[in-house]
């Protein structure tokens, strides 16, 4: 039976670091910042009742992912050196909440 259910199965970041300084938080960005566009994408949502206060403000009542709700999510961390920064180094925490919205849009349409 149809439920309407959607799960992300299969996820994959592949982003430009310029220099990754500690690759392996550089991977736990791309790998927070993935699920919670996935959250984002499936999970959350604001509640506002009648008078405009937020319903579901504490961590009862607004749903973020679990493990469970996330797929594994691989990376692939791209190292071209920022020329305008004196380390190399990008912004990598910002980048990868993005895609995950239009990717499950794009999936489910």
Not at 91 to 98: D, L, N
């Amino acid at each position: 039976p149809e439920t309407g259910s959607t799960r992300v199965i299969r996820y994959t970041v592949v982003q430009d670091a310029g220099k990754a300084v500690h690759p392996t938080y550089v991977e736990g960005q791309y790998q927070g910042g993935a699920a919670q566009g996935i959250g984002w994408a499936l999970n959350e949502e604001y509640i506002y009742g009648k008078d405009g206060r937020l319903q579901n403000a504490g961590f009862l009542d607004y749903r973020i992912p679990v493990c469970s709700d996330l797929p594994m999510i691989d990376t692939q961390i791209l190292e071209i050196p920022n020329p305008n920064h004196p380390y190399g180094v990008r912004g990598v925490g910002e980048t990868s909440i993005v895609p995950p919205l239009a990717a499950i849009a794009n999936a489910v349409s």
